[in-house]
Structures are given as C-alpha cells and as structure tokens.
C-alpha cells in the first residue's frame, strides 16, 4: 500500500509548496529560546552571586581556606536561646493566625460575601502602617497597661511581656502577616469550591467539627501550609519590632554578633536562608502532591 504524504495529491490538485516568504520570517524571528536563558542566568547570577559571595566569605581566611566557622556554630554563645525563642514564637504565631484567619475567612466566604472588602482593606493595613509607628502604639499601649490602677490588668500586660517568650510580640507577628495569611487563604477557598463541599457535607448530615476536620481543612491543605509557611519566615526574619521592644529573638541575636564574629554571622544566615527553602521546598512538595491526588 503506497503512503500518500500531500493531500492535494489525494485530490488531484497541484501540489502545495511552502511559503518562501514565511520560511525566510521564521529565520529572521528572534531565538526566544536563546533569550529564555540569557534571562534565567543573569537571574541566577542576580540571586545566587551574593549567596557565592557570602560562602566564599565564610571559608577563605587568612588560613587558606576552611570550614572551621561552621563548626563553631553550635557553639555561638546564645545561639541555642534565642533561636529556640524564635522558633516557639513562629509556632505559636502559626497557630494564633490559622485559628483566627480559617474561621474568619470561611464566615466571609460562606454567610458574609458583603463582609469580604472590609477584611481585606483591615488585612491590608500592616502594609500600610510602618513597622515602626505600630510598635510605637504598642509600646504606648503596654505602658499604660503596666501603670493601670487595677492591678488585673497590671497581672495581664506583665504576663504578656514575660522573658524570653513573650506573647506580646507573637501577636505582633500575626498582625503583619495578616497580608499574606489573608491572600493564602483566600486564593485557596476560591479555587477549591469550598462553599459547594461545605453545603453537600451539611446536605448528608455532617456537623460543623465533621466538616472542618473531613471537608475544609483537606480541602485547603495547600493553602494553610503557604499561611503557615509565610508567617513562619516572617518570624525568622523579623528584626525591627523585637530590636524596639527589646526582646532578644534570633535575628536580633544574629544582627548583634556582627561585633564580634562577622564570619560567623554570615554563616548562620547562609543557613538560615538554607533552612528556608528547604521548608520552601517541603511546602511545594506537599502541594504539589495534593494536587496530583485523585479525587
């Protein structure tokens, strides 16, 4: 059986020959592909330079070159301390803003639609308001708390400012993140049709615990890691708020060591930065594989 390839040789038509015209406009063309990695290395020298800069910095001393300041990490006077504080505060950070922002954002979604602007203008304002200006206010604010007249109240400001784990400052830490708690989570219930889950839970006899803890919270599995995962490395980073309310967390810590070890310095944030994306990476791990999930 013969192969027929033109199928205007099928019709008994003349044969169809290609354009010269357009032949010679796809050479002329610009190699996207070409511009695609021109892009993505000066990208990659914009974000992995510094980090190779720090890392040389690191390893070269007037010895040659070494490891030996990472071996002194474990040993860093307060590292153990302040980075512990900073680990329960981003913990309880995490679990302050998932209890507060998931029921908030499924009252919106659900019963309150009207309500939606509102919260988002109110998520928005730590964007607005300075870092500076909010510790301020909350400065005044546990002043006054400490020299009020009832002695309650005195009880409950000084409870709140308690060394080295201060619970003041972890509710800072969820009112800055409530940007991107507020987006996370938002983008999650749009897409996943969390209304039509919630309403067919309900339609089978399913109650609000049932429906949180089988329908919602798989449902939006993806987006409480990408909320936990932002207000976790906020808290890592954050330096401003505890530098003014003068409690010592890690960045703190690590902004401080500068005046004695510069290499070490360097090195704990070249770890931290690591730790991150490792946690980055974990987080799209776990998406990622939630989404290939049959349903």
Do not use: C
Not at 101 to 108: D, E, G, K, N, Y
Not at 118 to 145: D, F, Q, Y
Not at 155 to 161: D, G, R
Request: charged content about 10%; proline content about 6%.
């Amino acid at each position: 059986m013969a192969t027929v390839t033109d199928p205007a040789a099928v019709v008994g038509g003349p044969a169809v020959q290609p354009n010269p015209a357009r032949r010679s406009t796809r050479r002329i063309a610009p190699p996207t592909a070409y511009w695609r990695w021109i892009v993505l290395g000066l990208a990659a020298i914009y974000f992995i330079g510094p980090f190779a800069v720090a890392f040389w910095f690191t390893i070269n001393d007037k010895n040659g070159v070494s490891f030996r300041v990472y071996t002194r990490i474990l040993s860093a006077n307060g590292l153990s301390g302040t980075l512990g504080t900073s680990l329960v505060l981003g913990l309880i950070a995490v679990v302050i803003t998932l209890v507060l922002m998931v029921p908030t954002m499924l009252l919106v979604h659900l019963r309150l639609p009207a309500a939606r602007p509102l919260v988002e203008l109110l998520s928005l304002l730590p964007l607005v308001i300075p870092p500076v200006a909010l510790v301020v206010g909350v400065r005044s604010v546990l002043s006054w708390g400490n020299n009020s007249d009832y002695v309650e109240v005195s009880q409950v400001f000084t409870a709140l400012q308690q060394q080295p784990l201060s619970l003041i400052l972890a509710l800072e830490y969820v009112v800055i993140a409530l940007p991107f708690t507020f987006r996370a989570l938002d983008a999650g219930i749009r897409g996943s049709r969390i209304g039509v889950l919630v309403e067919a839970a309900q339609n089978l006899g399913a109650g609000w615990t049932i429906v949180m803890w089988r329908v919602v919270l798989p449902a939006l599995r993806t987006s409480l890691l990408n909320a936990a995962f932002l207000t976790f490395a906020l808290v890592m980073g954050e330096y401003t708020i505890a530098k003014i309310l003068i409690f010592r967390t890690f960045p703190v810590w690590l902004a401080q060591s500068a005046n004695s070890d510069g290499q070490l310095q360097v090195a704990l944030s070249i770890l931290s930065l690591v730790l991150t994306w490792l946690l980055l990476l974990v987080v799209v791990s776990i998406a990622g594989r939630s989404r290939k999930a049959p349903r």
